[in-house]
C-alpha cells in the first residue's frame, strides 16, 4: 500500500474564491471519506462514496461544497465562495475490511 | 447520535511514564478505532478495537463493550508520543461500514 495521499497540501485563498481538494486513496479501497477538522477538534464527517457512488452527505455540507469521484478511484472535493470559516484541515480516508486509512490532510486558510 | 467522551483532554508526562487514556461511548457499538494524529497532522491507525484486548508494542487497548468504554495504555512514553490521541466509533451513516465519529481526543505531550 502506498497511503493516502491528497494534494495540495496547504491552500491559502481569499475569501469568494473557489478552491479544489484531490484525493488519492490505497487502490482497491472502494469507499472514500471526506472529513474535515478544525482546531482542537476532532475530524467531523462530510460525506462519503462507495466506488464512484456518492452514498451519503452529512448536513455540514452546505450547497457551496462538492464532491466527486467520477471513475471510482481519486476524489475531488471543491468549495465554492469560500467564507473565513471554512478555515480548516480537509481530511481524506479510504477504507478497507473495518479499517479506515487518512491520509495527510489539505490545510486550507481563507483570508 | 452517539456521543464520544475522552479524558483527560490534556496530559504531560515525563519520558519514560506510563499513561491511561479513556474514551467512553454513549450507545453500543460494533467498531472502534484509536488514532495517533502527529504534529503534523497525520493520523495514524494505532488499533481496530471493538471489544478485547490488542498489544502492540509499548501501546495496548482495551474495550469493554458492555460496559461502553476503551482504555488505551501508553508504557515507557518516548518523546515521539507526543500529539492527540483520538478514539472514533461509527457514526449515523452507513452502519459499521460508514463515516466514523470521533472524540475530542486527548492531547499528550511527552518531556524529555
Known amino acids: 500500500d502506498t497511503g493516502v495521499s491528497q494534494d495540495p497540501r496547504h491552500k491559502i485563498t481569499k475569501r469568494g474564491q473557489n478552491v479544489t481538494f484531490r484525493c488519492d486513496p490505497i487502490?482497491?479501497?472502494?469507499?472514500l471519506y471526506w472529513y474535515r477538522q478544525t482546531l482542537g477538534q476532532g475530524p467531523e464527517f462530510l460525506t462519503y462514496?462507495?466506488?464512484?457512488?456518492?452514498?451519503?452527505k452529512s448536513r455540514l455540507l452546505s450547497d457551496r461544497f462538492s464532491a466527486e469521484r467520477p471513475k471510482g478511484s481519486f476524489s475531488t472535493l471543491e468549495i465554492q465562495r469560500t467564507e473565513q470559516g471554512d478555515s480548516a484541515m480537509y481530511l481524506c480516508?479510504?477504507?478497507?475490511?473495518?479499517?479506515?486509512?487518512f491520509g495527510p490532510g489539505t490545510r486550507l486558510t481563507v483570508l | 447520535g452517539i456521543q464520544v467522551e475522552q479524558s483527560p483532554p490534556d496530559l504531560i508526562l515525563q519520558e519514560g511514564a506510563n499513561s491511561t487514556l479513556r474514551c467512553n461511548f454513549s450507545?453500543?457499538?460494533?467498531?472502534l478505532q484509536w488514532f495517533h494524529q502527529n504534529p503534523w497532522g497525520q493520523l495514524i491507525n494505532l488499533f481496530y478495537?471493538?471489544?478485547g484486548t490488542k498489544q502492540n508494542g509499548r501501546l495496548s487497548a482495551t474495550t469493554v463493550a458492555t460496559e461502553r468504554y476503551s482504555l488505551l495504555y501508553i508504557s515507557s512514553s518516548q518523546t515521539t508520543d507526543s500529539g492527540v490521541y483520538f478514539c472514533?466509533?461509527?457514526?449515523?451513516?452507513?452502519?459499521?461500514?460508514?463515516?466514523?465519529?470521533f472524540g475530542k481526543g486527548t492531547k499528550l505531550s511527552v518531556k524529555p
Open positions: 480516508a479510504s477504507r478497507r475490511a473495518d479499517t479506515q486509512y
Open positions: 487502490s482497491e479501497h472502494n469507499r
Open positions: 462514496f462507495q466506488n464512484e457512488a456518492q452514498l451519503e
Open positions: 450507545d453500543s457499538v460494533n467498531n
Open positions: 478495537i471493538p471489544s
Open positions: 472514533a466509533v461509527p457514526g449515523e451513516y452507513g452502519g459499521s461500514q460508514g463515516n466514523l465519529i
